[in-house]
Nanobody, 120 residues
Framework: HVQLVESGGGSVQAGGSLRLSCEPS????????KGWFRQVLGKGREFVAA???????SYGDSVQGRFIISKDNVKNVLYLQMNRLKPEDTAMYYC????????????????WGHGTQVTV
């Protein structure tokens, strides 16, 4: 059973940057769409960004222009570069993957990580 493992979270001052990474625990094809979600305790999960097998991307409105999603197909690593961070970006960030991009963006992904905390 494939697990996704996030890393790179931490505490940063407002205006700063962080880069999150996500790797599968086992073989995962690069054809899978991958993305990031975030959640604040007591609130619903929020879509952050997603990237499909061809490299096409989609972003949530609150992070558009500040965050960049990318992937390294050779290393099979997913990244989220977060710039100009704001206090409202504070959340647990989760990596997700699914064969279908639409399902992923909707939050109905097959694979999920355990999350990494980002505090601004």
């Amino acid at each position: 059973h494939v697990q996704l493992v996030e890393s790179g979270g931490g505490s940063v001052q407002a205006g700063g940057s962080l880069r999150l990474s996500c790797e599968p625990s086992d073989v995962m094809y690069n054809s899978e769409s991958k993305g990031w979600f975030r959640q604040v305790l007591g609130k619903g999960r929020e879509f952050v960004a997603a990237i499909d097998y061809s490299g096409s991307t989609s972003y949530g409105d609150s992070v558009q222009g500040r965050f960049i999603i990318s992937k390294d197909n050779v290393k099979n690593v997913l990244y989220l570069q977060m710039n100009r961070l704001k206090p409202e970006d504070t959340a647990m960030y989760y990596c997700a993957a699914d064969h279908w991009f639409a399902d992923l963006v909707r939050g109905d992904a097959k694979y999920w990580g355990h999350g990494t905390q980002v505090t601004v």
